[in-house]
Structure formats: C-alpha cells, structure tokens
Nanobody, 125 residues
C-alpha cells in the first residue's frame, strides 16, 4: 500500500526557513496531485498547499501564500514544501497525501489518501 513519508521538520526561530519533503520509496507519484496539510494542537487539520501532476499547477491557503512554495520531482517520487518567513502560528505537524491528478478545491481531506505520519514543525518566538 502506498504511504508517504514526511521529513524535514524541526525547531526553528521565527523568520527562519525549512524545507519539508514528502516521499514514497516504492511507488510513483505520477498521476497524483499531492497536498500538504497541517494540524496544530487543539485545532483541526487544514490544507496548506497542493500541486497537480501534469501541468504542475499549485494552490495555497491564504495564510501561507507568498511564504510557502510547493514543488515536485516525479523522478524521485518526492514533493517539497519550502517554508520561509516562519511564524509561530506555523507550528504544527505537517502531513502530505495524494489525490488523483489534480488538486481538489476546498481542501476536502476525504478526497486524499496515502497519508504519512507527519513531521513536526515548531517555531520559537
């Protein structure tokens, strides 16, 4: 069964940067859009960013647009999330998951599958 593995999280000061990776070693991400989601303590999991297969079109939540950049390397079966200008409110566990071909509007998590275990991002003030 396909499952993603997230990595790259850590403790960073506000204003710093991280690059998260989402990869699967045994399967291809071809024909899948891949989304990043995050869940802070006591809050619902929310969509952050998504990237289509094919045209590579991207989508971002308003709270991260301009600071987060999603990209993909199908040859490595990996999707990246570059996070710049980190804020305390970005602290969360970050997850990735896949949906066929194109990102769905509205961040409907029921449409996504193959969730990883997540990687913790903690931003210190």
């Amino acid at each position: 069964q396909v499952q993603f593995v997230e990595s790259g999280g850590g403790l960073v000061q506000a204003g710093g940067s991280l690059r998260l990776s989402c990869t699967t070693s045994k399967y291809t991400i071809d024909y899948y859009a891949v989304g990043w989601f995050r869940q802070a303590p006591g809050k619902e999991r929310e969509g952050v960013s998504c990237i289509n297969d094919g045209d590579g079109g991207t989508d971002y939540a308003g709270s991260v647009e301009g600071r987060f950049t999603i990209s993909r390397d199908n040859a490595k079966s990996t999707v990246y999330l570059q996070i710049n200008s980190l804020k305390h409110e970005d602290s969360a566990v970050y997850y990735c998951a896949a949906v066929p071909l194109r990102c769905g509007g509205g961040w409907d998590q029921d449409e996504y599958a193959y969730w990883g275990q997540g990687t913790q991002v903690t931003v210190s003030s």
